[in-house]
């Protein structure tokens, strides 16, 4: 948790979350109005936060990773859009503060060495809110474009051949032996790394909260880590 | 600065940076041995932290943001690699630790509203290392493709015209009303937001200190916010 967070939380009445993400935050919420909720509610948690601070409260709604990506800032924001509510900082005015923070992908990647040290394109597979083929048109355009990929949420209980489908899409232009890596519950006490090929990925074990990322066709992997190297081996001697 | 980068730099025998950074985390760096060197020395930077750590010393090498999103994580990993410095814990053995950050992109997005709130894709426009034309496929595929796009170093003092190329090539598959936003010097005293059009983007004033971040065809602007539907609104009645 950022310094920045951890005000926010201090200055907050109400606090609002999914209640794994509560509980990894739980001293901070000493004398605070909690509310709970599971993991498919974040309309409803919004929703509430929202209805909170119109009414006065000053409220913090927790989000794991970055809020802005695949996570409630997005979602706070078209409520706000579509509520019409006046944004800003004087009086019957909604004044929100997005506050950044560490984004899972940038969690993997530092455990996995430097995998996204050059271009990159984050994907979602959840097919919850975006068609199957929108998806792999995107999968399809970032393999052409050499993109390394980041995956989110590959697979999830209900869903379960996206994963290796997208494999495939990719290998269409990318090298069976294209390092990939998978972390699993990154930073977490349970964390788990899988340093693997575009070939061998299909048969690993993916969950909504791993991290899949998928080399470029220059990311090479030296002993345990996956590197992607930015250009300075063609302009210099790196070896002296 | 996260929890962990506290700790690491308070570890630390040797710190290491580009002088600016270093300056923004004077306080931090009390009794320890700095180094410090100007912009364009990342490649001495990095080599200089490896001789450091090989001889023994806790050496911390700082980076701006996120240490693997086009920073330094990438060229330690490369030299080591070709150098074959064994990793790992063991003696004689170097113990390599990437720390994550907040990255400069999801800083800027806080700023913006949120604008990476759906699939996106990372490019720089820094042609050092990259020749223009890899560039340029991977910009015409990012937009054929509808990601959000992220442009990282959009201009340099002796690089002025690729920006508004860029500019061009998205505007093939993206129409002139799409949303940009602009930021310099994000969580910085002197950080500038700018929310524009992509018609009206080239005449943004933009540095190397610049994010910009280009919707895709569903990102709107709401009162001084981008925002980039996660699809809520085709399956929920977000209005009441």
Chains 1, 2 share one sequence.
């Not at 606090?15 to 498919?40: D, P």
């Not at 509610?41 to 936060?49: P, T, V």
């Not at 929202?50 to 989000?63: E, M, N």
Request: aromatic residues 6%; contains cysteine; positive net charge.
């Amino acid at each position: 948790m950022t310094p920045r967070a951890k005000s926010a939380l201090a200055e907050a009445d109400v606090v609002l979350g999914y209640k794994t993400y509560l509980a990894q935050i739980e001293k901070h919420l000493q004398g605070k109005e909690i509310r709970s909720s599971t993991m498919t509610k974040e309309l409803d948690r919004a929703g509430s936060a929202l209805d909170l601070a119109c009414a006065g409260k000053v409220t913090a709604l927790v989000s794991g990773g970055d809020p802005g990506i695949y996570a409630m800032a997005g979602l706070v924001f078209e409520l706000i859009a579509a509520r019409e509510i006046p944004l800003g900082k004087g009086p019957d005015k909604l004044n929100v503060k997005v506050i950044p923070g560490v984004t899972a992908f940038t969690c993997a990647a530092a455990i996995l060495g430097a995998p996204l040290n050059h271009d990159f394109a984050s994907i979602s597979l959840s097919t919850r809110l975006t068609p199957w083929e929108v998806i792999t048109k995107k999968l399809d355009l970032a393999a052409q474009a050499d993109f390394v990929i980041a995956l989110y949420n590959p697979k999830s209980r209900g869903r379960d051949w996206q994963f290796n489908e997208a494999l495939k899409i990719i290998g269409e232009s990318r090298g069976p032996q294209t390092p990939v890596g998978i972390v699993q519950k990154a930073s977490r006490p349970s964390e788990a790394v899988n340093l693997t090929t575009l070939k061998d990925a299909a048969s690993a074990e993916v969950d909504m909260q791993t991290v899949v990322i998928i080399g470029n066709s220059r990311t090479y992997r030296y002993l345990d880590k996956m590197i992607t190297p930015r250009g300075y081996k063609d302009k210099y001697d790196l070896s002296s």
